[in-house]
């Protein structure tokens, strides 16, 4: 792609929230699969394939010719999305049996965590926005990948690290949840939705911990499952309480127009369809089933959407590109 091309020059313009595109696409992939819509999953992981590939692309040119922006751009919660569309893009193609590749986004992202989370968490100052709290779903993410192929090829030392993440995932939600301005939840621009979403995934990591103990290897005791049961339900709990808030706060203040940020919207309404199917078999609360397949249309709808509005920005800024 020559450098001066339109779709280089737009790429370039791209905030680091624009990951958050390819964790909401993947998520809703995930969402449809566990429904059975599979060839519905496979267009949208398409489509979440060709943006990872095309913000990693953008992303390695940044940091081999323009080293100050792409550092100044990592210490920002938005640069964290890297993480975490990598796990979300991985845990899909565990479920689809590509367990190789899978590994390897896990180690990729796990190389990019510890680097991303440090910068961020540095710079985090009260009050933040919703990004905030990706510092806990880029370790959660690496939590639920790392139990999905631990279920995959029964391997027990992948589990008790994913069970590991788990924790710090949750202690770097309440580190978050002190930076996070609560005005945003009113003011935000879509990424205050994140808040949720966070304790979506860590109810999804929780749930394939578990279900990854049930798969026949044996992880850890009888208090220590109970523990993690009781955690995930709880969380699952917290998480639906955000929901209802957020959902209430777009209602009194509507924030109709398109902004790159809603895309970090789209995510948590995926990831508690997500979350509340997984929990159906993996807790065995059958009764979850059908309220879960409500919430991942309300998803899809809100990705169609939102994937719309990007469609018309992206017409409209490479017309002035060129």
Not at 156 to 162: E, M, V
Request: glycine share 8%; with cysteine; net charge neutral.
């Amino acid at each position: 792609m020559p450098v001066d091309s339109p779709l280089r020059a737009w790429l370039a313009q791209r905030p680091p929230a624009a990951g958050a595109a390819v964790m909401a696409s993947g998520i809703v992939s995930i969402g449809l699969h566990l429904t059975g819509h599979e060839a519905l999953s496979l267009a949208v992981l398409a489509v979440a394939c060709a943006a990872y590939l095309a913000l990693a692309a953008d992303f390695a040119v940044r940091l081999l010719r323009e080293r100050p922006r792409w550092l100044a751009e990592a210490g920002t919660p938005g640069g964290l999305t890297a993480v975490a569309a990598t796990t979300v893009l991985g845990t899909r193609f565990s479920a689809l049996g590509w367990q190789t590749l899978a590994a390897a986004l896990l180690a990729l992202a796990f190389v990019l965590w510890p680097w991303l989370l440090v910068l961020v968490v540095r710079n985090a100052r009260r009050p933040m926005p919703g990004a905030v709290f990706l510092c806990c779903v880029a370790t959660e993410g690496l939590a639920v990948l790392g139990a999905s192929l631990a279920e995959a090829e029964a391997v027990a030392w992948l589990a008790h690290t994913s069970l590991v993440f788990f924790w710090l995932g949750l202690a770097l939600y309440l580190l978050a949840l002190s930076r996070f301005g609560l005005r945003e939840v009113l003011e935000g621009h879509g990424d205050q939705w994140v808040a949720g979403g966070a304790l979506a995934i860590s109810t999804l990591a929780g749930a394939k911990l578990i279900a990854a103990a049930d798969a026949g290897r044996y992880l850890w005791n009888d208090d220590d499952s109970g523990v993690l049961h009781t955690v995930t339900v709880a969380l699952f709990v917290l998480d639906l309480c955000w929901y209802a808030v957020l959902l209430v706060a777009e209602f009194v203040r509507p924030r109709l127009h398109y902004d790159v940020r809603r895309w970090s919207t789209v995510f948590p309404l995926g990831m508690t369809a997500a979350a509340a199917l997984t929990v159906v078999t993996a807790l065995h609360v059958p009764g979850l089933e059908t309220p879960g397949r409500v919430l991942l249309w309300i998803s899809v709808a809100a990705w169609l959407a939102v994937a719309t509005g990007a469609v018309v920005e992206a017409r409209a800024e490479l017309r002035s590109v060129r």
